[in-house]
């Protein structure tokens, strides 16, 4: 069983561009219980939209002798910070308007974000950290731990590089002007009755033709249309998609998570990236995906290359960027096969 927690700090949080979130707050999700050393731990960091039940969207990598085992491990997933799943958002009320934050809620970085999981964690007083494992902005976010913290004795990051590239800055640009052109958005503030859904759900389409290969779109849809009628099975696939994500996520946290998104870069305000990565003394296995076009395969086999202890491992499949969240048997076996001989825990449970 998970528990579901919520920690507000005493102090306020001052993001990289210098503003103040007071009464800053992040929500988690944990598994399992911390051994005498408090360093049994796999943390584990998800996606733009995904939140802190990683024995969901993560299911294939949990139980029993799996690569998450809650009976051996002490898991921990937090939700980012700017999301609207329980921690510091958008949607959380400001203290000094008594109002959501909505648009006023600061842009935050992928390093924000990774500097409160930090600080709830040593509020646990969590030692070491076996494994983080993360999938594309959760990859991001497990590749800054890996440079600014000295807890992780291995990481797996998937579908992703050492920096967000223009290709993908660019598609995150797209699907903000979508947001951005919905009239609820241009009211400058709107109610939970009014946000701007279309904008969303538009927004997600267009992640969604990113998502995937245009393979796999051929062997889900061909051609056929939706119940012999006017429109493409392809069109109310990606209908549904849309809306199904704007009636559970919230537009202003998009547009704050997709632009961290787009301040990843391990060289930013550092020395260069290869300096950086030389330092980086714990085994990574760096997964691509052949049908990733979001972040095509040789980003990832890039960021392997240079690390010193890391390695390079290929999902094969037809789902594109999604692959990371479907192709659980391969993802087990080439972690398990990669990071098979860890540092050991600085002591026994």
């Known amino acids: 069983m998970s528990k579901q927690e919520t920690h507000t700090f005493e102090s306020s949080f001052v993001t990289e561009g210098g503003d103040h979130i007071k009464d800053p707050t992040i929500a988690y999700q944990y598994w399992g219980e911390l051994n005498?050393?408090?360093?049994?731990?796999?943390?584990?960091?998800?996606?733009?939209?995904?939140?802190?039940?990683?024995?969901d969207w993560f299911e294939g990598l949990f139980g029993t002798d799996n690569i998450i085992d809650p009976e051996e491990h002490f898991v921990i997933c937090p939700n980012a910070l700017g999301s609207?799943?329980?921690?510091?958002?958008?949607?959380?009320?400001n203290p000094q308007t008594g109002e959501p934050y909505r648009a006023?809620?600061?842009?935050?970085t992928i390093r924000d974000m990774v500097r409160m999981q930090q600080q709830l964690l040593d509020e646990l007083g969590i030692t070491g950290i076996e494994k983080i494992i993360g999938g594309s902005m959760g990859g991001m976010q497990a590749l800054e731990w890996c440079i600014m913290d000295e807890r992780p004795r291995s990481a797996a990051l998937?579908?992703?590089?050492?920096?967000?590239?223009?290709?993908?800055?660019?598609?995150?640009?797209?699907?903000?002007?979508?947001?951005?052109?919905?009239?609820n958005w241009q009211k400058g503030y709107y109610t939970d009755e009014n946000p701007p859904q279309k904008g969303l759900a538009l927004a997600r389409m267009i992640a969604m033709n990113s998502y995937r290969h245009p393979g796999d779109f051929d062997k889900k849809f061909s051609r056929r249309r939706q119940n012999d009628g006017d429109q493409?099975?392809?069109?109310?696939?990606?209908?549904?998609?849309?809306?199904?994500?704007?009636?559970?996520?919230?537009?202003?946290?998009?547009?704050?998570?997709?632009?961290?998104m787009d301040t990843?870069?391990?060289?930013?305000?550092?020395?260069?990236?290869?300096?950086?990565?030389?330092?980086?003394?714990i085994p990574i296995v760096v997964v691509g995906i052949d049908s990733d076009m979001l972040y095509p395969p040789e980003e990832a086999r890039e960021l392997a290359d240079?690390?010193?202890h890391g390695r390079y491992a290929e999902i094969h499949s037809h789902h594109g960027h999604d692959a990371?969240?479907?192709?659980?048997?391969?993802?087990?076996?080439?972690?398990?096969?990669?990071?098979?001989?860890?540092?050991?825990?600085?002591?026994?449970?």
Not at 158 to 183: C, F, N
Not at 252 to 257: H, M
Not at 264 to 281: A, K
Request: net charge negative; aromatic share 12%.
């Open 36 to 55: 005498k050393a408090r360093d049994n731990v796999v943390l584990v960091c998800h996606a733009l939209t995904g939140n802190t039940a990683a024995d």
């Open 84 to 93: 609207c799943y329980g921690s510091s958002g958008p949607t959380s009320f």
């Open 104 to 108: 006023d809620f600061p842009i935050v």
């Open 158 to 183: 998937l579908g992703m590089g050492r920096t967000h590239r223009p290709w993908a800055i660019g598609i995150s640009h797209t699907q903000r002007q979508a947001i951005y052109e919905d009239p």
């Open 232 to 260: 493409f099975q392809v069109e109310s696939y990606l209908n549904y998609q849309g809306q199904k994500l704007a009636d559970r996520f919230d537009a202003v946290s998009y547009v704050r998570l997709t632009q961290a």
């Open 264 to 281: 990843h870069d391990i060289s930013r305000e550092r020395p260069n990236y290869e300096e950086v990565l030389s330092q980086i003394q």
């Open 306 to 308: 240079l690390l010193p």
């Open 324 to 349: 990371f969240l479907i192709e659980f048997d391969q993802l087990k076996a080439i972690i398990k096969y990669y990071l098979a001989e860890i540092p050991t825990r600085t002591f026994e449970s």
